[in-house]
């Protein structure tokens, strides 16, 4: 065969030989598929399903038989007149807007002090990331602990103050959400600070040499070199934590169940309260729904953000 | 414009040292290179004028101004660095405008200044780039632009064509030089390439294992290299050493230079300065030697390098290894004893021990 014949038949062999392995390609991949299936689609599907009745695993009949308990859309419209849905979301929002700033703030304090060498660095660096290893419910029961009314912290309190000093933290509504929040800032600062210090060691030292033979103070050369440069990374650090915190349930549920009252129910323990104590599911099946379509849309448009960054 | 005393300066990093007692003076307006092997203490250097690193002894003065404790930014000094260090997260203009904003030049002057400064390195239609993704060529300018813009009374340049291919080197060194002309500023250049070293540079300083070891113009550096290491690094090849032994024969002076036979007879100054007897190097440049019928070093040719427009030619038994540089239709091939005439005038002598040069010939 010469290299013309060659050349000339390529295309068409070519053509054939994509649609082929194109087959191929989706029959291998099959199995893995119907895993994917199964392990996202379907619960989702499920959930959906479920979230249009009134089912309940008391009723006694399996979940794909819960049409006869179909309700249309009365799961849903529940929940818009769920007041204590609503304070429950809020109250995770607040978490959120509370706990990701002060975590990023510390984080990014920690890792401008840290990004320099100084003695015994590796070591503090070492213990400051111990909390972020607690297993969060042991953390949250430290935390319970340490907030007693004859705990550690009102002994250190009373010991500044000079008279026996004691808050019963956990049982004031107030003071309880101050408790949680710091349990959480606790344990995921640590985080922050080392996702911050990864990016903030990548910036270019000559660079930053560079804005300082300008004339730049620390300062500038924070605002102008620093910061730009890690955009991309305090962007997927504060959506990692906005992700994570809005789930948060461990320690708050072991430091106060959501309580007093409902004064730390976030939108989890909401949900695991409904589901277990009230077992209405094919309710709860709608407010995770709900829940999680708020969460892909935020989660969306921070990675649309962070790819359009990146690409840059 | 302000010139640099180097007095006795020294660097230790822990138990190493990368620089000990240097001492230069750098005068206003003049082009400096520092040139040397990696870790000879160049950058070292450069880096402690710069204010980057401190010196662990020793005194830098810019004027009469002594610099001990003065921070980086406040030293009044160019830098460009070896990869540039371009802001890629700016545009070219943001680039030039950095340093007159950070301190805090009004904004008019600021737009004046940058577009001053852009038109006169061709930047001007590359101002709203991105500076990311530029060609090289246009990334030096900038860093140089950016430097020059703040009106640094010293210039400081690290290395900055290693990162380009050969032919543009060529282009870049005549670029650098003219833009050294126009601004008429003190420049340190620190290189490891002679070329860079020797066609910019109105003095070279050459350095070794922390040791400044001579300075001088480019040309009488070349002539009379102050000691081997020198001789050797200067030139294309270097320049030929040979260890050898002088020796008084019928009145006058030669060097026995073992297997390679007894040199020419050395000149006057160099029979003055050397003693008969002492062990020496006997050095001369590959192209101060020609091929003779007459008398000569008789040498085996070991290898034929043909370059273009040359021809080095290595030769020796063991221990020595000659080069020579010849016309490139030089008719030797390998294999061939050829003997080599050296021109008497252009030998130098080294003492074997010190490696110091025995006399300056002129």
């Known amino acids: 065969m010469t290299m013309a014949a060659l050349d000339a038949n390529t295309p068409v062999m070519e053509h054939e030989d994509t649609r082929d392995s194109r087959r191929l390609g989706l029959w291998l991949t099959f199995p893995a598929q119907i895993l994917v299936l199964f392990i996202a689609v379907f619960p989702i599907l499920m959930q959906v399903y479920i979230s249009l009745t009134d089912w309940s695993p008391l009723d006694g009949i399996g979940w794909w038989q819960a049409h006869e308990l179909w309700n249309s859309f009365a799961n849903y419209s529940d929940l818009m007149a769920d007041d204590r849905f609503w304070s429950a979301l809020w109250r995770t929002v607040l978490v959120m807007a509370i706990c990701v700033p002060c975590e990023f703030l510390l984080g990014l304090g920690l890792a ?75 344990q995921w600062t640590p985080l922050m600070f080392l996702i911050l210090l990864a990016g903030m060691v990548g910036v270019p030292e000559d660079q930053l040499r560079a804005a300082t033979l300008l004339g730049a103070s620390w300062a500038t050369r924070f605002r102008t070199i620093v910061l730009p440069r890690m955009k991309t990374i305090i962007i997927i650090a504060l959506a990692i934590r906005v992700i994570e915190n809005f789930k948060v349930f461990d320690n708050f549920y072991i430091m106060t169940g959501g309580g007093p009252g409902v004064a730390t129910e976030t939108i989890s323990i909401y949900i695991y309260k409904v589901t277990q104590q009230e077992l209405i599911w094919g309710y709860v099946a709608a407010v995770a729904l709900v829940i999680l379509i708020a969460l892909s849309v935020v989660s969306a448009l921070a990675i649309k953000r962070m790819s359009r960054e990146v690409s840059q | ?82 990869n540039y260090a371009i802001f890629t997260h700016m545009t070219v203009y943001e680039n030039l405008a950095y340093g007159l904003r950070a301190t805090g030049v009004a904004k008019a002057e600021r737009e004046r200044r940058v577009n001053d400064m852009a038109e006169f390195l061709h930047l001007t239609p590359l101002l709203k780039r991105p500076a990311a993704g530029l060609s090289v060529n246009i990334l030096q300018r900038l860093a ?15 290395e900055p064509l290693s ?28 290189t490891h390439d002679q070329l860079e070293a020797m066609t910019m540079a109105d003095r070279i300083a050459v350095m070794d294992h922390g040791k400044l070891l001579q300075v001088g113009t480019p040309i009488d550096v070349y002539n009379n290299p102050s000691n081997v290491f020198v001789a050797g690094f200067l030139g294309s090849p270097g320049m030929n050493l040979i260890k050898g032994r002088s020796v008084m024969a019928d009145g006058v002076m030669r060097v026995d230079l073992g297997e390679a036979g007894l040199s020419a007879p050395l000149g006057d100054a160099l029979s003055r300065s050397a003693r008969e007897g002492k062990a020496v190097v006997y050095g001369f440049r590959p192209e101060h030697c020609e091929l003779t019928d007459g008398d000569g070093l008789r040498l085996p040719v070991n290898f034929v390098e043909r370059i273009g427009a040359r021809t080095i030619l290595h030769m020796g038994r063991d221990g020595h290894s000659i080069k020579g540089v010849f ?10 004893i050829v003997t080599l005439a050296i021109d008497p005038s252009n030998i130098r002598l080294f003492d074997a021990d010190t490696g110091n040069a025995i006399a300056e010939a002129h």
């Open chain 2, 144 to 158: 140089i632009g950016r430097s020059a813009i703040m009106e640094p009374a010293i210039f400081l340049l690290d």
């Open chain 2, 1 to 82: 414009m302000t010139s640099i005393h180097l007095e006795n300066l020294g660097k230790t990093f822990g138990s190493f040292t990368a620089l000990k007692n240097m001492n230069l003076e750098i005068a206003d307006g003049e082009f400096v290179a520092l040139l040397g092997p990696s870790g000879c203490g160049k950058s070292t250097t450069m880096n402690m004028i710069s204010g980057m690193i401190e010196p662990s002894e020793g005194e830098i003065r810019f004027g009469d101004r002594d610099m001990r404790g003065v921070p980086m930014s406040r030293r009044g000094v160019g830098f460009v660095f070896q």
């Open chain 1, 112 to 186: 401008i002090l840290f990004v320099d060498d100084f003695p015994g660095r590796r070591f503090l660096y070492s213990v400051l990331l111990i909390p972020m290893m607690v297993v969060p419910a042991v953390a949250g029961y430290m935390f319970f602990m340490l907030f007693q009314s004859g705990g550690p912290v009102n002994d250190i309190l009373s010991f500044f103050y000079g008279a026996p000093v004691t808050i019963a933290w956990l049982s004031d509504p107030d003071l309880a959400f101050f408790a949680v929040i710091v349990s959480d800032i606790w």
């Open chain 2, 327 to 336: 016309d490139n239709r030089v008719p030797v091939r390998q294999g061939d």
């Open chain 2, 163 to 190: 990162n380009v291919d050969a032919a543009f080197r060529a282009v870049m060194r005549t670029e650098l030089k003219h833009l050294q002309r126009e601004f008429r500023q003190t420049m340190v250049y620190v």
